[in-house]
C-alpha cells in the first residue's frame, strides 16, 4: 500500500508538471506576436490624406485611410495589446489599444500637427516608430525611414504591383469655403454671403456673382503661372502640386488647378456647386447654374491676367474691370471648348487622367477641406452650402 501510495504521488507530481509546462509553453506561443508595417506606396506618407478626413477628436484612432497599415500575427489566443505610433510631425502619438485574437490589420489614424507640416518644403525622410504592448510581451518594436510629403502635395494615383489604388477625389481637399482666403476674395468682391443667401439663385444671378469673383481675383492681381506643376508621373506615384489658398492669395500667381481651387472655394461658400475637371497636365473649374445640376459653365483660369499691362500698377479700378469683364467670358468659352473635348472621356474609365471631381460628392465620400491656417482664427461658417448628390457630369454645358 505504502509503495502504491508513493507510486500515486509521484504519478500527480509529474501531471502537475506537464500540466504548467503546457500553460507556460500555451502563454508563450499565445504571446509569440509578429509585427509588420506597411505603407502604400512603399516608403511614403501623405498627411493630406489624413488631414482631409473628419477631424481626429473623438475618431477612433483606428480608423485611419493614409495608406498606413499595421499587422499583427501568429496571435493563438485573444489578448489586450497596446499599439503606439509615432513620429514628428505629429501632435501626439497615435495609441490603439484593442483585444485582438488571430491575425489582425489595423490602420492606425495619425494626428497630424498642420502648423508643423507647414514648414515642409519638399519630403523630408524621417523615422516612425512603431511598438506593440501586451501583458508577459517583451515589446515588440519597430524602426523604419518614411518620405513625408508637404501639405501641397496630392498624392492622386497609385500604380504598385497589383495594387491600383485611385485618389483623384482627394484634390477636393484643398477646396476649402471657410478658409480666411474666402472671406477676402469676397470683402473684395463687394458680395455679402448673407444677403446672397436670400436671393433667387437662377441662372443669371449665378453668373452674375462669378463674374465679380473673377473681377476681383483681377482687382488682387492673381496671374496664371505657366508651371509644371505635376511632381511625380508614375510609374508608381502620381502626384501633383496644389497650394494652399494662403499661399495663392499672398504670391498672386496660380497655375490651372490653384486657380481652379480658390474659384472653388468662393463658390462653395455661396452655395453654388461646384467640381473639378482633370485632363492631362491640365485642370479647369465647372459650376452648375441652376438647381437641379443639369446645366453648368466652366472657367479657364489660364485666362487670369486676361491682357493685363506690363506694369499693372498704373490701372485704376475702372480700367481692370474693362479687361476683366471680356476676360471672363474668354475664360467661359474656353472652359466650354475644353469641356466638350473631355466630356466623352469622364466617364471613369480613363482616370486617373481624366477625372471630374464634383466637390458635394467628394463630401459625401468623406473627404474634407484641409483647414489650414484655421487653428488661431476660424474663418465664419458658410452661409450657404452646395447641396450634397451624386453626380457625375452635366448634362449639358451650353448655356
Not at 511598438?131 to 508637404?150: D, F, I, W
Request: charged fraction near 25%; aromatic fraction near 6%.
Amino acid at each position: 500500500m505504502a509503495t502504491s501510495t508513493k507510486t500515486n504521488h509521484l504519478y500527480a507530481r509529474t501531471w502537475r508538471l506537464v500540466l504548467l509546462g503546457a500553460c507556460w509553453f500555451g502563454a508563450a506561443q499565445a504571446l509569440a506576436l509578429t509585427l509588420d508595417v506597411e505603407t502604400t506606396p512603399s516608403g511614403d506618407l501623405f498627411p493630406a490624406l489624413e488631414l482631409s478626413q473628419s477631424g481626429i477628436d473623438g475618431v477612433d484612432p483606428g480608423q485611419g485611410s493614409g495608406l498606413l497599415r499595421i499587422r499583427i500575427g501568429d496571435v493563438r489566443m485573444p489578448h489586450d495589446i497596446r499599439l503606439t505610433v509615432s513620429t514628428p510631425g505629429l501632435r501626439r502619438p497615435t495609441v490603439i489599444e484593442a483585444r485582438i485574437s488571430g491575425d489582425i490589420l489595423l490602420r492606425p489614424k495619425l494626428d497630424w500637427d498642420t502648423e508643423a507640416l507647414l514648414e515642409l518644403r519638399n519630403p523630408r525622410r524621417q523615422t516612425v516608430q512603431v511598438s506593440v504592448t501586451a501583458r508577459g510581451m517583451k515589446p515588440l518594436e519597430r524602426a523604419l525611414e518614411l518620405n513625408v510629403h508637404p501639405l501641397d502635395e496630392a498624392l492622386y494615383f497609385v500604380r504598385e504591383g497589383d495594387t491600383r489604388i485611385d485618389l483623384g477625389w482627394a484634390f477636393a481637399a484643398w477646396v476649402d469655403p471657410q478658409d480666411p482666403v474666402v472671406d477676402r476674395l469676397l470683402d473684395l468682391a463687394a458680395i455679402n454671403a448673407v444677403e446672397v443667401a436670400a436671393l433667387p439663385r437662377d441662372r443669371k444671378a449665378r453668373l452674375d456673382l462669378v463674374r465679380r469673383l473673377w473681377i476681383a481675383l483681377e482687382r488682387h492681381g492673381l496671374r496664371y503661372a505657366d508651371e509644371g506643376a505635376g511632381l511625380s508621373q508614375g510609374p508608381v506615384i502620381y502626384s501633383q502640386r496644389v497650394r494652399l489658398l494662403s499661399n495663392t492669395w499672398n504670391e498672386r500667381i496660380a497655375n490651372c488647378l490653384d486657380g481652379s481651387v480658390l474659384i472653388a472655394s468662393a463658390l462653395e461658400r455661396l452655395g453654388i456647386g461646384s467640381f473639378l475637371v482633370l485632363v492631362p497636365g491640365h485642370a479647369f473649374v465647372g459650376f452648375y447654374v441652376e438647381e437641379g445640376r443639369r446645366d453648368a459653365e466652366f472657367l479657364e483660369t489660364t485666362l487670369l491676367g486676361f491682357r493685363r499691362p506690363r506694369d499693372p500698377g498704373t490701372e485704376t479700378a475702372a480700367q481692370i474691370r474693362q479687361r476683366a469683364v471680356p476676360g471672363f467670358e474668354a475664360a467661359r468659352r474656353a472652359g466650354r471648348a475644353r469641356y466638350r473635348l473631355a466630356a466623352p472621356k469622364l466617364d471613369g474609365r480613363h482616370r486617373p487622367d481624366y477625372a471630374l471631381i464634383d466637390i458635394s460628392t467628394a463630401r459625401a465620400y468623406g473627404i474634407m477641406p484641409l483647414a489650414v491656417g484655421r487653428r488661431e482664427r476660424p474663418a465664419s461658417s458658410p452661409v450657404a452650402v452646395s447641396p450634397t448628390v451624386e453626380s457625375s457630369s452635366p448634362a449639358r454645358s451650353s448655356p
